[in-house]
T-cell receptor, first 116, second 111 residues
């Protein structure tokens, strides 16, 4: 029962490098999200997806791109990493059920990224 | 948009009761969530309120007043393992099931 799996768990980048964070969920959830968490700032939504092939901007989308080619996967890309992108990144997914209005978001364990 | 306020830190004694408050201002409201996050781990769902009143689940209860833009999380019979950050989040009435999170309240439970 994996739930939401994020890879990698840790990464150190140099300024200007690119990388892709992978999020995979095995719960057949329609919705997926990428957040970043910084001290004193709380969780902030970067991008989200309401279904396969769809993406939308969240609160802090600049410097990031996303893709949802398969329902179970949501990729977050950094094309040219900057020190301001040093953060902990969390992926989440949620369902939509007619009989359950909670639509709880379930989170992965996070990716700790440092940009030097 | 959403604006969510909660205290930064709280300290309580093992076995006691603690109340963590959350106030919010929102352009559209469709539910309030509480999550627990232990250091270095993922947030995990604790409770959900969309109507006014108290929701009880074991040692944890959550209250909502929509007219006051106010919620609290009540933790009873505190245990050391309850030391964690507690995140208040509001879902807006737009699509996408999007949540806006507060900055979290770091709770320290002492002997």
């Amino acid at each position: 029962n994996a739930g939401v799996t994020q890879t990698p768990k840790f990464r150190v980048l140099k300024t200007g490098q690119s990388m892709t964070l992978l999020c995979a969920q095995d719960m057949n959830h329609e919705y997926m999200y990428w957040y970043r968490q910084d001290p004193g700032m709380g969780l902030r939504l970067i991008h989200y997806s309401v279904g396969e092939g769809t993406t939308a901007k969240g609160e802090v989308p600049d410097g990031y791109n996303v893709s949802r080619l398969k329902k179970q996967n949501f990729l977050l890309g950094l094309e040219s990493a900057a020190p301001s992108q040093t953060s902990v990144y969390f992926c989440a997914s949620s369902y939509e059920l007619a009989g359950d209005k909670r639509n709880i978001q379930y989170f992965g364990a996070g990716t700790r990224l440092s940009v030097l | 948009g959403q604006n969510i306020d909660q205290p930064t830190e709280m300290t309580a004694t093992e076995g006691a009761i603690v109340q963590i408050n959350c106030t919010y201002q929102t352009s559209g409201f469709n539910g309030l969530f509480w999550y627990q996050q232990h250091a270095g781990e993922a947030p995990t769902f604790l409770s959900y309120n969309v109507l006014d009143g108290l929701e009880e689940k074991g040692r944890f209860s959550s209250f909502l007043s929509r007219s006051k833009g106010y919620s609290y999380l009540l933790l009873k019979e505190l245990q050391m393992k309850d030391s964690a950050s507690y995140l208040c989040a509001v879902r807006d009435s737009g699509g996408g099931n999007k949540l806006t999170f507060g900055t979290g309240t770091q709770l320290k439970v002492e002997l």
